[in-house]
Protein backbone atom coordinates (compact mmCIF):
# COMPACT_ATOMS: atom_id res chain seq x y z
CA UNK A 1 0.00 0.00 0.00
CA UNK A 2 0.85 3.33 -0.66
CA UNK A 3 2.29 3.77 3.27
CA UNK A 4 1.99 6.39 4.87
CA UNK A 5 -1.11 6.64 2.51
CA UNK A 6 -4.44 4.81 1.96
CA UNK A 7 -4.12 2.05 -0.33
CA UNK A 8 -4.58 3.03 -3.96
CA UNK A 9 -6.83 1.26 -5.89
CA UNK A 10 -4.27 1.17 -8.68
CA UNK A 11 -1.23 -1.07 -6.11
CA UNK A 12 -0.73 -4.09 -5.91
CA UNK A 13 -0.62 -5.03 -2.20
CA UNK A 14 1.44 -8.14 -1.50
CA UNK A 15 4.24 -7.02 0.86
CA UNK A 16 3.42 -4.11 1.86
CA UNK A 17 -0.55 -5.03 2.35
CA UNK A 18 0.05 -4.32 6.17
CA UNK A 19 2.15 -1.82 6.36
CA UNK A 20 0.65 0.80 9.19
CA UNK A 21 -1.02 -2.34 11.20
CA UNK A 22 0.87 -2.46 14.18
CA UNK A 23 -1.19 -5.71 15.16
CA UNK A 24 0.77 -7.30 12.05
CA UNK A 25 3.96 -7.21 13.94
CA UNK A 26 3.38 -10.10 16.47
CA UNK A 27 3.57 -13.79 15.76
CA UNK A 28 0.38 -14.60 16.82
CA UNK A 29 -0.58 -11.52 14.19
CA UNK A 30 0.92 -12.31 11.97
CA UNK A 31 -0.44 -16.26 11.92
CA UNK A 32 -3.60 -14.94 11.50
CA UNK A 33 -2.76 -12.76 8.68
CA UNK A 34 -1.81 -15.98 6.65
CA UNK A 35 1.90 -16.10 8.08
CA UNK A 36 4.01 -19.21 8.51
CA UNK A 37 2.07 -21.35 6.55
CA UNK A 38 4.63 -21.65 3.87
CA UNK A 39 7.92 -22.30 6.08
CA UNK A 40 6.27 -25.69 7.70
CA UNK A 41 5.66 -26.75 4.16
CA UNK A 42 8.93 -25.72 2.79
CA UNK A 43 10.88 -27.49 5.44
CA UNK A 44 9.61 -30.60 4.33
CA UNK A 45 10.52 -29.91 0.86
CA UNK A 46 13.41 -30.91 -0.92
CA UNK A 47 15.91 -27.94 -0.89
CA UNK A 48 16.25 -27.91 -5.03
CA UNK A 49 12.27 -27.98 -5.40
CA UNK A 50 12.16 -24.58 -3.55
CA UNK A 51 14.82 -23.28 -5.92
CA UNK A 52 13.76 -24.37 -8.96
CA UNK A 53 10.04 -23.44 -7.55
CA UNK A 54 11.70 -19.51 -7.16
CA UNK A 55 13.59 -19.81 -10.84
CA UNK A 56 10.40 -20.47 -12.49
CA UNK A 57 8.79 -17.66 -10.75
CA UNK A 58 11.24 -15.13 -12.25
CA UNK A 59 11.83 -13.64 -9.19
CA UNK A 60 14.79 -11.30 -9.59
CA UNK A 61 17.55 -9.36 -6.54
CA UNK A 62 15.49 -6.69 -5.40
CA UNK A 63 18.32 -4.74 -3.97
CA UNK A 64 19.56 -3.10 -6.99
CA UNK A 65 21.55 -5.70 -9.51
CA UNK A 66 18.51 -7.90 -10.34
CA UNK A 67 20.40 -10.91 -10.86
CA UNK A 68 17.64 -13.94 -10.51
CA UNK A 69 17.47 -14.99 -7.11
CA UNK A 70 16.64 -19.00 -8.08
CA UNK A 71 19.83 -19.36 -10.05
CA UNK A 72 21.54 -17.19 -6.95
CA UNK A 73 20.79 -20.18 -4.83
CA UNK A 74 21.21 -23.04 -7.29
CA UNK A 75 25.73 -21.93 -6.89
CA UNK A 76 25.48 -23.26 -3.40
CA UNK A 77 25.99 -27.25 -3.53
CA UNK A 78 23.69 -28.90 -1.05
CA UNK A 79 25.81 -31.45 0.78
CA UNK A 80 29.40 -30.50 0.47
CA UNK A 81 29.67 -31.10 4.24
CA UNK A 82 30.72 -27.12 4.91
CA UNK A 83 29.02 -24.67 6.81
CA UNK A 84 26.50 -22.43 4.71
CA UNK A 85 25.06 -19.15 5.32
CA UNK A 86 22.81 -16.66 4.65
CA UNK A 87 22.93 -13.15 4.69
CA UNK A 88 20.32 -10.78 4.73
CA UNK A 89 21.10 -7.55 3.55
CA UNK A 90 19.09 -4.93 5.07
CA UNK A 91 21.63 -2.33 4.73
CA UNK A 92 19.24 0.11 3.08
CA UNK A 93 21.65 3.09 2.43
CA UNK A 94 20.84 4.05 -0.97
CA UNK A 95 19.30 7.27 -0.97
CA UNK A 96 15.62 7.32 -2.35
CA UNK A 97 15.26 3.92 -0.96
CA UNK A 98 13.16 3.00 2.35
CA UNK A 99 11.15 0.28 1.54
CA UNK A 100 13.47 -2.71 3.17
CA UNK A 101 12.75 -0.31 6.57
CA UNK A 102 9.29 -0.48 6.54
CA UNK A 103 9.37 -4.14 5.52
CA UNK A 104 11.00 -5.00 8.99
CA UNK A 105 9.39 -2.19 10.95
CA UNK A 106 5.68 -3.40 9.85
CA UNK A 107 6.10 -7.50 8.85
CA UNK A 108 8.91 -8.42 10.88
CA UNK A 109 7.78 -11.80 10.62
CA UNK A 110 7.25 -11.59 6.91
CA UNK A 111 11.46 -11.28 6.60
CA UNK A 112 11.65 -13.88 9.24
CA UNK A 113 9.79 -16.61 6.66
CA UNK A 114 11.17 -15.17 4.20
CA UNK A 115 15.13 -16.39 5.44
CA UNK A 116 14.33 -19.17 7.03
CA UNK A 117 13.04 -20.47 3.58
CA UNK A 118 15.73 -19.06 2.11
CA UNK A 119 18.20 -21.01 4.46
CA UNK A 120 16.45 -24.50 4.27
CA UNK A 121 16.69 -23.69 0.11
CA UNK A 122 20.52 -23.27 0.53
CA UNK A 123 21.37 -25.55 2.97
CA UNK A 124 22.61 -22.91 5.52
CA UNK A 125 22.11 -23.37 9.14
CA UNK A 126 22.75 -19.99 10.47
CA UNK A 127 21.32 -16.31 8.77
CA UNK A 128 22.85 -12.91 9.67
CA UNK A 129 20.20 -9.88 8.86
CA UNK A 130 22.27 -7.28 8.60
CA UNK A 131 20.46 -4.20 9.56
CA UNK A 132 22.35 -0.12 8.85
CA UNK A 133 23.59 1.28 12.23
CA UNK A 134 20.81 3.96 11.99
CA UNK A 135 17.99 1.79 11.75
CA UNK A 136 17.32 1.36 15.65
CA UNK A 137 13.38 0.81 15.56
CA UNK A 138 13.57 -1.49 12.78
CA UNK A 139 16.88 -3.27 14.61
CA UNK A 140 14.37 -3.26 18.13
CA UNK A 141 11.19 -4.96 15.87
CA UNK A 142 13.30 -7.62 14.63
CA UNK A 143 15.18 -8.48 17.39
CA UNK A 144 11.57 -8.64 19.26
CA UNK A 145 9.77 -10.57 16.92
CA UNK A 146 13.45 -13.27 16.43
CA UNK A 147 12.77 -13.65 19.95
CA UNK A 148 9.25 -14.62 19.55
CA UNK A 149 9.79 -16.73 16.81
CA UNK A 150 12.67 -18.89 18.64
CA UNK A 151 10.68 -19.21 22.05
CA UNK A 152 7.52 -20.62 19.91
CA UNK A 153 9.93 -22.77 18.09
CA UNK A 154 9.82 -21.65 14.35
CA UNK A 155 13.11 -20.96 14.18
CA UNK A 156 15.85 -22.50 16.73
CA UNK A 157 17.48 -26.02 16.45
CA UNK A 158 14.19 -27.78 15.77
CA UNK A 159 12.51 -25.22 13.55
CA UNK A 160 8.57 -25.82 13.43
CA UNK A 161 9.35 -29.73 14.51
CA UNK A 162 11.33 -30.41 11.47
CA UNK A 163 14.52 -31.43 13.23
CA UNK A 164 16.30 -28.73 10.94
CA UNK A 165 18.21 -26.18 12.76
CA UNK A 166 17.78 -22.74 11.76
CA UNK A 167 19.42 -19.75 13.89
CA UNK A 168 18.67 -15.96 13.17
CA UNK A 169 20.46 -13.17 14.00
CA UNK A 170 20.34 -9.52 13.24
CA UNK A 171 24.18 -7.91 13.15
CA UNK A 172 24.02 -4.35 13.35
CA UNK A 173 26.01 -1.87 11.20
CA UNK A 174 28.11 1.10 12.69
CA UNK A 175 27.60 3.87 9.58
CA UNK A 176 28.85 2.90 6.42
CA UNK A 177 26.94 2.56 2.92
CA UNK A 178 29.58 0.40 1.30
CA UNK A 179 28.22 -2.46 3.42
CA UNK A 180 25.30 -2.61 1.03
CA UNK A 181 27.77 -3.95 -0.99
CA UNK A 182 27.65 -8.24 -0.56
CA UNK A 183 31.24 -8.42 -0.15
CA UNK A 184 31.55 -5.19 2.18
CA UNK A 185 28.60 -6.54 4.14
CA UNK A 186 30.57 -10.32 4.98
CA UNK A 187 33.34 -8.31 5.48
CA UNK A 188 31.41 -6.22 8.57
CA UNK A 189 30.02 -9.18 10.25
CA UNK A 190 33.67 -10.73 10.22
CA UNK A 191 34.51 -7.84 11.95
CA UNK A 192 36.46 -6.07 9.73
CA UNK A 193 36.30 -2.82 7.87
CA UNK A 194 33.60 -2.59 5.01
CA UNK A 195 35.62 -2.69 2.15
CA UNK A 196 34.45 -5.06 -0.54
CA UNK A 197 36.65 -7.86 -1.52
CA UNK A 198 37.98 -8.83 -5.22
CA UNK A 199 35.79 -11.43 -6.72
CA UNK A 200 36.31 -14.28 -7.74
CA UNK A 201 35.94 -16.08 -5.24
CA UNK A 202 32.29 -15.57 -5.17
CA UNK A 203 29.80 -15.94 -2.26
CA UNK A 204 28.41 -19.00 -3.11
CA UNK A 205 32.54 -20.26 -3.12
CA UNK A 206 33.70 -18.42 -0.49
CA UNK A 207 31.74 -15.76 1.72
CA UNK A 208 31.34 -15.14 4.88
CA UNK A 209 34.08 -16.75 7.54
CA UNK A 210 35.23 -18.34 3.80
CA UNK A 211 31.47 -20.47 3.61
CA UNK A 212 29.72 -20.81 0.77
CA UNK A 213 27.23 -17.60 1.29
CA UNK A 214 23.99 -16.12 -0.29
CA UNK A 215 23.05 -12.46 0.43
CA UNK A 216 19.69 -11.36 -0.09
CA UNK A 217 18.09 -8.15 0.23
CA UNK A 218 14.81 -7.91 2.06
CA UNK A 219 12.37 -7.83 -0.15
CA UNK A 220 13.65 -10.37 -1.93
CA UNK A 221 13.22 -12.40 1.05
CA UNK A 222 10.12 -11.00 1.98
CA UNK A 223 8.64 -12.12 -1.22
CA UNK A 224 9.65 -15.87 -1.10
CA UNK A 225 6.84 -16.98 1.39
CA UNK A 226 3.71 -15.26 -0.95
CA UNK A 227 5.31 -17.32 -3.75
CA UNK A 228 5.41 -20.95 -1.89
CA UNK A 229 2.10 -20.04 -0.99
CA UNK A 230 0.82 -19.00 -4.18
CA UNK A 231 2.57 -21.05 -6.83
CA UNK A 232 5.32 -20.00 -9.50
CA UNK A 233 2.58 -18.95 -12.15
CA UNK A 234 0.71 -16.80 -9.67
CA UNK A 235 3.83 -14.60 -9.66
CA UNK A 236 4.76 -14.69 -12.79
CA UNK A 237 1.19 -13.40 -14.29
CA UNK A 238 2.24 -10.29 -11.97
CA UNK A 239 3.56 -8.41 -14.95
CA UNK A 240 3.01 -5.80 -17.02
CA UNK A 241 5.90 -5.77 -19.28
CA UNK A 242 8.56 -7.10 -20.12
CA UNK A 243 8.93 -10.99 -19.61
CA UNK A 244 11.94 -11.17 -17.33
CA UNK A 245 10.13 -8.65 -14.83
CA UNK A 246 7.77 -10.51 -13.00
CA UNK A 247 5.96 -10.27 -9.46
CA UNK A 248 5.38 -7.41 -7.34
CA UNK A 249 7.90 -4.58 -6.53
CA UNK A 250 8.33 -1.88 -4.08
CA UNK A 251 8.58 1.24 -5.21
CA UNK A 252 9.81 4.09 -2.67
CA UNK A 253 9.47 8.09 -3.93
CA UNK A 254 10.34 10.96 -2.29
CA UNK A 255 11.34 14.75 -3.13
CA UNK A 256 9.18 17.27 -4.67
CA UNK A 257 6.31 15.17 -5.18
CA UNK A 258 2.64 15.54 -3.20
CA UNK A 259 2.69 11.91 -1.73
CA UNK A 260 5.99 10.65 -1.01
CA UNK A 261 6.13 7.29 0.35
CA UNK A 262 6.22 2.98 -0.44
CA UNK A 263 3.67 1.60 -3.87
CA UNK A 264 3.74 -1.59 -4.63
CA UNK A 265 3.11 -2.19 -8.21
CA UNK A 266 3.35 -5.04 -10.57
CA UNK A 267 6.23 -4.67 -12.82
CA UNK A 268 5.83 -3.33 -15.90
CA UNK A 269 3.06 -0.40 -14.31
CA UNK A 270 3.22 2.82 -16.41
CA UNK A 271 5.37 5.17 -14.81
CA UNK A 272 3.55 8.11 -16.27
CA UNK A 273 0.37 6.72 -14.23
CA UNK A 274 2.20 5.55 -11.10
CA UNK A 275 3.40 9.37 -11.16
CA UNK A 276 0.73 11.45 -11.67
CA UNK A 277 -1.88 9.05 -10.19
CA UNK A 278 -0.76 6.79 -7.37
CA UNK A 279 2.01 9.95 -6.01
CA UNK A 280 -0.68 12.79 -6.74
CA UNK A 281 1.63 14.21 -9.03
CA UNK A 282 4.03 17.60 -8.02
CA UNK A 283 3.61 20.17 -5.96
CA UNK A 284 0.86 23.08 -5.90
CA UNK A 285 2.45 25.29 -8.84
CA UNK A 286 5.36 23.12 -9.92
CA UNK A 287 6.11 21.07 -12.38
CA UNK A 288 8.24 17.85 -12.35
CA UNK A 289 11.89 17.96 -14.16
CA UNK A 290 14.06 15.23 -13.21
CA UNK A 291 13.65 11.59 -11.73
CA UNK A 292 16.34 9.56 -11.01
CA UNK A 293 14.09 5.92 -10.35
CA UNK A 294 16.20 3.39 -8.54
CA UNK A 295 17.93 4.86 -5.99
CA UNK A 296 20.93 7.89 -6.72
CA UNK A 297 23.10 5.70 -8.47
CA UNK A 298 21.29 5.12 -11.67
CA UNK A 299 21.45 8.02 -14.59
CA UNK A 300 19.00 10.41 -14.08
CA UNK A 301 15.99 10.84 -16.71
CA UNK A 302 13.85 13.91 -18.03
CA UNK A 303 10.00 13.63 -17.12
CA UNK A 304 9.55 13.64 -20.53
CA UNK A 305 11.06 10.32 -20.57
CA UNK A 306 9.99 9.15 -17.27
CA UNK A 307 6.60 9.37 -19.19
CA UNK A 308 6.87 6.82 -21.42
CA UNK A 309 8.29 4.35 -19.11
CA UNK A 310 6.89 1.43 -18.25
CA UNK A 311 8.41 0.30 -14.82
CA UNK A 312 11.17 -3.02 -15.10
CA UNK A 313 14.32 -4.10 -14.90
CA UNK A 314 14.17 -4.23 -18.91
CA UNK A 315 12.04 -0.51 -19.37
CA UNK A 316 14.10 1.52 -17.31
CA UNK A 317 17.30 0.33 -19.32
CA UNK A 318 15.16 1.50 -23.03
CA UNK A 319 16.27 5.17 -21.12
CA UNK A 320 19.51 4.46 -20.17
CA UNK A 321 18.37 3.96 -16.49
CA UNK A 322 18.00 1.41 -14.32
CA UNK A 323 15.25 -0.26 -11.79
CA UNK A 324 17.82 -0.54 -9.70
CA UNK A 325 16.46 -0.52 -5.73
CA UNK A 326 13.07 1.32 -6.51
CA UNK A 327 14.13 4.51 -4.94
CA UNK A 328 12.11 7.04 -7.48
CA UNK A 329 14.02 10.74 -6.70
CA UNK A 330 11.59 13.08 -8.38
CA UNK A 331 13.07 16.90 -8.67
CA UNK A 332 10.79 19.95 -9.75
CA UNK A 333 11.30 22.62 -11.91
CA UNK A 334 12.17 25.15 -8.43
CA UNK A 335 15.87 22.58 -8.37
CA UNK A 336 18.68 23.58 -9.38
CA UNK A 337 20.30 19.76 -10.93
CA UNK A 338 23.66 21.25 -11.20
CA UNK A 339 23.07 21.50 -7.14
CA UNK A 340 21.20 18.75 -6.59
CA UNK A 341 24.07 16.74 -8.43
CA UNK A 342 27.03 18.02 -6.45
CA UNK A 343 24.81 17.44 -3.01
CA UNK A 344 25.08 13.90 -3.84
CA UNK A 345 28.45 13.40 -5.55
CA UNK A 346 29.18 14.63 -2.23
CA UNK A 347 27.58 11.63 -1.01
CA UNK A 348 29.77 9.24 -3.03
CA UNK A 349 32.88 11.23 -1.73
CA UNK A 350 31.35 10.55 1.96
CA UNK A 351 31.26 7.05 1.56
CA UNK A 352 33.77 6.12 -1.05
CA UNK A 353 35.70 3.51 1.59
CA UNK A 354 38.92 4.56 -0.08
CA UNK A 355 40.51 1.13 -1.56
CA UNK A 356 40.44 2.00 -5.21
CA UNK A 357 42.69 5.16 -6.38
CA UNK A 358 40.11 5.68 -8.77
CA UNK A 359 36.88 5.95 -6.50
CA UNK A 360 39.13 7.98 -3.40
CA UNK A 361 40.24 10.18 -5.94
CA UNK A 362 37.85 10.51 -8.65
CA UNK A 363 34.40 10.66 -6.21
CA UNK A 364 36.38 13.66 -4.24
CA UNK A 365 37.66 15.57 -7.33
CA UNK A 366 34.26 15.31 -8.80
CA UNK A 367 32.64 16.97 -5.95
CA UNK A 368 35.23 19.93 -5.52
CA UNK A 369 34.29 20.37 -9.76
CA UNK A 370 30.71 20.29 -9.25
CA UNK A 371 30.51 22.37 -5.90
CA UNK A 372 33.12 25.10 -7.68
CA UNK A 373 30.51 25.16 -10.63
CA UNK A 374 27.54 25.57 -8.37
CA UNK A 375 29.51 28.44 -6.79
CA UNK A 376 29.85 30.64 -10.27
CA UNK A 377 33.14 29.73 -10.71
CA UNK A 378 33.68 27.07 -12.97
CA UNK A 379 34.56 26.70 -16.96
CA UNK A 380 33.20 24.86 -19.56
CA UNK A 381 36.57 22.44 -19.67
CA UNK A 382 35.31 21.50 -16.27
CA UNK A 383 32.39 19.34 -17.75
CA UNK A 384 34.53 17.64 -20.30
CA UNK A 385 37.00 16.66 -17.19
CA UNK A 386 34.21 15.41 -15.63
CA UNK A 387 33.47 12.88 -18.31
CA UNK A 388 36.83 12.20 -18.23
CA UNK A 389 36.74 11.22 -14.71
CA UNK A 390 33.93 9.16 -14.97
CA UNK A 391 35.39 6.70 -17.69
CA UNK A 392 38.29 6.45 -15.30
CA UNK A 393 35.92 5.62 -12.75
CA UNK A 394 34.03 3.19 -14.11
CA UNK A 395 34.43 -0.60 -14.18
CA UNK A 396 37.83 -0.24 -12.91
CA UNK A 397 37.16 -0.53 -8.94
CA UNK A 398 36.62 -3.47 -6.95
CA UNK A 399 33.19 -2.30 -6.37
CA UNK A 400 30.45 -0.22 -8.63
CA UNK A 401 30.43 2.55 -5.90
CA UNK A 402 33.15 4.39 -8.21
CA UNK A 403 30.41 3.43 -11.00
CA UNK A 404 27.74 5.52 -9.54
CA UNK A 405 28.93 8.39 -8.66
CA UNK A 406 29.38 9.38 -12.25
CA UNK A 407 26.12 7.94 -13.41
CA UNK A 408 23.68 10.13 -12.20
CA UNK A 409 25.94 13.09 -12.77
CA UNK A 410 26.88 12.39 -16.53
CA UNK A 411 23.62 11.82 -17.29
CA UNK A 412 22.52 14.78 -15.32
CA UNK A 413 25.19 16.86 -17.58
CA UNK A 414 24.00 15.88 -20.74
CA UNK A 415 20.22 16.14 -19.96
CA UNK A 416 20.15 19.59 -18.12
CA UNK A 417 23.56 20.81 -19.82
CA UNK A 418 21.95 24.43 -20.27
CA UNK A 419 21.82 24.44 -16.57
CA UNK A 420 25.40 23.77 -15.61
CA UNK A 421 26.38 26.41 -18.46
CA UNK A 422 24.02 29.03 -17.22
CA UNK A 423 26.18 28.65 -13.97
CA UNK A 424 29.39 29.16 -15.67
CA UNK A 425 28.42 32.04 -18.21
CA UNK A 426 26.99 33.69 -15.06
CA UNK A 427 23.84 33.87 -16.62
CA UNK A 428 21.46 31.64 -13.94
CA UNK A 429 18.36 30.26 -15.43
CA UNK A 430 15.56 32.73 -14.52
CA UNK A 431 13.22 29.26 -13.87
CA UNK A 432 16.18 27.47 -11.67
CA UNK A 433 16.09 28.13 -7.83
CA UNK A 434 19.71 30.28 -7.52
CA UNK A 435 22.07 28.22 -5.75
CA UNK A 436 23.03 29.19 -2.43
CA UNK B 1 34.86 9.92 6.97
CA UNK B 2 35.05 10.85 10.51
CA UNK B 3 32.19 13.20 11.92
CA UNK B 4 34.33 13.53 15.00
CA UNK B 5 34.16 17.38 16.81
CA UNK B 6 37.04 19.64 15.62
CA UNK B 7 39.58 20.79 17.87
CA UNK B 8 39.25 24.01 17.65
CA UNK B 9 36.45 26.32 18.12
CA UNK B 10 33.85 28.66 20.54
CA UNK B 11 31.68 26.24 21.64
CA UNK B 12 33.48 22.87 22.47
CA UNK B 13 32.96 22.28 25.96
CA UNK B 14 35.77 19.85 26.26
CA UNK B 15 39.11 19.15 25.18
CA UNK B 16 38.91 16.53 22.28
CA UNK B 17 41.73 13.73 23.15
CA UNK B 18 41.57 10.32 22.89
CA UNK B 19 42.23 9.65 27.17
CA UNK B 20 39.45 11.74 28.93
CA UNK B 21 38.28 8.34 30.91
CA UNK B 22 41.53 8.11 32.98
CA UNK B 23 42.32 5.82 35.36
CA UNK B 24 39.88 3.44 32.56
CA UNK B 25 37.49 1.06 34.34
CA UNK B 26 36.80 -1.97 32.30
CA UNK B 27 33.72 -2.41 30.53
CA UNK B 28 33.95 -6.21 30.30
CA UNK B 29 34.85 -7.17 33.59
CA UNK B 30 34.34 -11.25 34.43
CA UNK B 31 30.95 -11.39 35.96
CA UNK B 32 29.43 -7.69 34.95
CA UNK B 33 26.16 -7.66 32.63
CA UNK B 34 28.06 -6.01 29.43
CA UNK B 35 30.73 -8.80 29.73
CA UNK B 36 27.44 -11.49 29.88
CA UNK B 37 26.45 -10.40 26.78
CA UNK B 38 29.06 -9.81 24.92
CA UNK B 39 29.51 -14.07 25.71
CA UNK B 40 25.68 -14.82 24.24
CA UNK B 41 26.76 -12.60 21.16
CA UNK B 42 30.16 -14.06 20.50
CA UNK B 43 27.81 -17.61 20.64
CA UNK B 44 27.03 -16.57 17.85
CA UNK B 45 29.68 -16.41 15.29
CA UNK B 46 32.30 -19.06 14.47
CA UNK B 47 35.16 -16.50 15.31
CA UNK B 48 35.54 -14.23 18.45
CA UNK B 49 36.81 -11.18 15.19
CA UNK B 50 33.15 -11.27 14.62
CA UNK B 51 31.94 -9.91 18.00
CA UNK B 52 34.24 -6.66 17.25
CA UNK B 53 31.42 -4.74 15.76
CA UNK B 54 28.86 -5.76 18.71
CA UNK B 55 31.66 -5.65 21.70
CA UNK B 56 32.36 -1.85 20.15
CA UNK B 57 28.67 -1.09 20.45
CA UNK B 58 28.17 -2.65 23.73
CA UNK B 59 31.26 -0.15 24.92
CA UNK B 60 29.37 2.98 22.98
CA UNK B 61 26.44 2.24 24.91
CA UNK B 62 27.95 1.89 28.60
CA UNK B 63 29.96 5.18 28.14
CA UNK B 64 29.13 7.31 25.34
CA UNK B 65 32.09 6.50 23.50
CA UNK B 66 34.80 4.57 22.51
CA UNK B 67 38.49 5.57 24.08
CA UNK B 68 42.04 4.40 22.73
CA UNK B 69 41.72 2.75 25.95
CA UNK B 70 37.85 1.20 25.70
CA UNK B 71 39.87 -0.10 22.27
CA UNK B 72 42.61 -1.83 23.77
CA UNK B 73 40.58 -3.50 26.06
CA UNK B 74 38.01 -4.59 23.39
CA UNK B 75 41.15 -6.32 21.67
CA UNK B 76 42.41 -8.07 24.60
CA UNK B 77 38.95 -9.38 25.11
CA UNK B 78 38.21 -10.89 21.24
CA UNK B 79 42.37 -11.53 20.63
CA UNK B 80 42.95 -8.57 18.39
CA UNK B 81 45.81 -5.67 18.62
CA UNK B 82 44.59 -2.39 19.78
CA UNK B 83 45.79 -0.69 16.35
CA UNK B 84 43.57 -3.54 14.16
CA UNK B 85 40.65 -2.33 16.77
CA UNK B 86 41.42 1.17 15.93
CA UNK B 87 41.12 0.46 12.29
CA UNK B 88 37.52 -1.30 12.30
CA UNK B 89 36.65 1.87 14.48
CA UNK B 90 37.73 4.67 12.28
CA UNK B 91 36.09 2.98 9.36
CA UNK B 92 32.51 3.37 10.35
CA UNK B 93 30.86 6.77 11.64
CA UNK B 94 28.62 5.77 14.31
CA UNK B 95 31.61 5.00 16.70
CA UNK B 96 32.24 8.75 18.87
CA UNK B 97 36.26 8.42 19.40
CA UNK B 98 35.74 11.64 21.25
CA UNK B 99 33.30 12.30 23.89
CA UNK B 100 30.05 14.11 22.43
CA UNK B 101 27.21 16.42 23.81
CA UNK B 102 24.79 14.73 26.10
CA UNK B 103 22.50 14.93 23.08
CA UNK B 104 23.96 13.80 19.63
CA UNK B 105 21.98 15.12 16.76
CA UNK B 106 22.22 14.02 13.16
CA UNK B 107 20.69 15.64 10.48
CA UNK B 108 20.24 14.08 6.78
CA UNK B 109 21.17 16.33 3.98
CA UNK B 110 21.67 13.70 1.29
CA UNK B 111 19.73 15.04 -1.95
CA UNK B 112 16.12 13.36 -1.25
CA UNK B 113 16.24 15.60 1.90
CA UNK B 114 18.18 18.37 0.40
CA UNK B 115 15.74 19.45 -2.37
CA UNK B 116 13.00 19.35 0.74
CA UNK B 117 14.69 22.02 2.85
CA UNK B 118 16.95 19.93 5.54
CA UNK B 119 19.94 22.13 5.22
CA UNK B 120 17.08 25.00 6.83
CA UNK B 121 16.50 22.05 9.36
CA UNK B 122 20.51 21.93 10.18
CA UNK B 123 20.37 25.39 10.86
CA UNK B 124 17.92 25.79 13.04
CA UNK B 125 19.45 23.30 15.44
CA UNK B 126 22.59 25.02 15.32
CA UNK B 127 21.10 28.26 16.42
CA UNK B 128 18.66 26.80 18.68
CA UNK B 129 21.33 24.44 20.56
CA UNK B 130 23.57 27.11 20.99
CA UNK B 131 26.27 24.54 18.79
CA UNK B 132 26.67 27.64 16.06
CA UNK B 133 29.11 25.28 14.20
CA UNK B 134 28.94 21.27 12.53
CA UNK B 135 30.68 19.26 15.17
CA UNK B 136 30.82 21.42 18.06
CA UNK B 137 29.48 20.97 21.17
CA UNK B 138 27.65 23.67 23.05
CA UNK B 139 28.80 25.15 25.83
CA UNK B 140 26.64 23.46 28.78
CA UNK B 141 27.80 20.10 27.18
CA UNK B 142 24.10 19.12 26.25
CA UNK B 143 24.12 19.12 22.33
CA UNK B 144 26.35 17.78 19.56
CA UNK B 145 24.75 18.93 15.78
CA UNK B 146 26.56 17.07 13.04
CA UNK B 147 24.92 16.32 9.24
CA UNK B 148 24.88 12.66 8.09
CA UNK B 149 24.16 11.27 4.92
CA UNK B 150 21.38 9.61 3.70
CA UNK B 151 19.29 7.90 7.00
CA UNK B 152 17.09 6.01 4.75
CA UNK B 153 13.88 7.38 5.38
CA UNK B 154 13.85 9.85 1.95
CA UNK B 155 10.14 10.14 1.72
CA UNK B 156 9.93 11.61 5.43
CA UNK B 157 12.02 14.37 5.11
CA UNK B 158 13.69 15.18 6.93
CA UNK B 159 14.51 12.55 9.21
CA UNK B 160 16.94 13.26 12.47
CA UNK B 161 18.45 11.04 15.21
CA UNK B 162 19.11 12.29 18.48
CA UNK B 163 21.11 9.38 20.14
CA UNK B 164 19.57 5.80 19.39
CA UNK B 165 15.84 8.04 18.43
CA UNK B 166 15.08 7.95 15.24
CA UNK B 167 12.46 10.71 14.38
CA UNK B 168 11.19 11.78 10.64
CA UNK B 169 9.19 14.84 9.13
CA UNK B 170 11.46 17.43 11.21
CA UNK B 171 10.76 20.40 9.64
CA UNK B 172 12.64 24.07 10.94
CA UNK B 173 9.02 24.78 12.96
CA UNK B 174 9.17 21.40 14.97
CA UNK B 175 12.85 21.92 15.82
CA UNK B 176 12.24 23.75 18.93
CA UNK B 177 9.35 21.74 19.92
CA UNK B 178 11.73 18.48 19.48
CA UNK B 179 14.45 20.45 21.69
CA UNK B 180 12.16 20.28 24.72
CA UNK B 181 12.28 16.48 24.96
CA UNK B 182 15.98 16.31 24.90
CA UNK B 183 16.56 19.13 27.31
Keep these: MGYPHKSHPRETPILSKYFGDPEARTLEGWKVRGGYKALPMALATDPVAIQNIVKESGLRGRGGAGFPTGLKWSFMKIGDGKPHYLCCNADESE ?205 VITIEEAEQVKMDYEGFMEFGTMLGSGGVIIFDDAQSMPRQLARLARFYAHESCAQCTQCREGTAWMTKILERIVAGQGTYEDLDTIFELTENMTGKTICVLSDSCGAPVCSGITRFRGEFEALISGKRSSTVAVPA | MSHGPSASGGAVAQPMHGHQDEPYVPVFTAGSAPRAKLDDILSRYPTRQAGLLPALWIVQDERGWVSEHAMQEVGDVLGLTAAYVKGVVTFYTMYHQHPVGQYFIQVCTTSCCNCMGAEDVVKAFLEKTGCGELGLTSADGRYTVIEVECLGACGFATPIMINNDFIDSVSVEKVPEILKKYA
Excluded at chain 1, 157 to 185: D, F, Q
Excluded at chain 1, 232 to 255: D, R
Aim: net charge positive; glycine share 12%.
Design chain 1, 95 to 299: PGTFKDREIMRWTPHQLIEGCAITAHAIGAETTYIYIRGEFTEPIAIMEKALDEARAAGVIGPNACGSGKTINMWVHRGAGAYICGEETALMNSIEGRRGNPRIKPPFPAVAGVFGMPTTVNNVETLAAVPHILNNGAEWYKAMCLGSPKSTGSKLFSVCGNVARPGNYEVPMGFPFKDFLYDLCGGPLPGRKFKAIIPGGSSVP
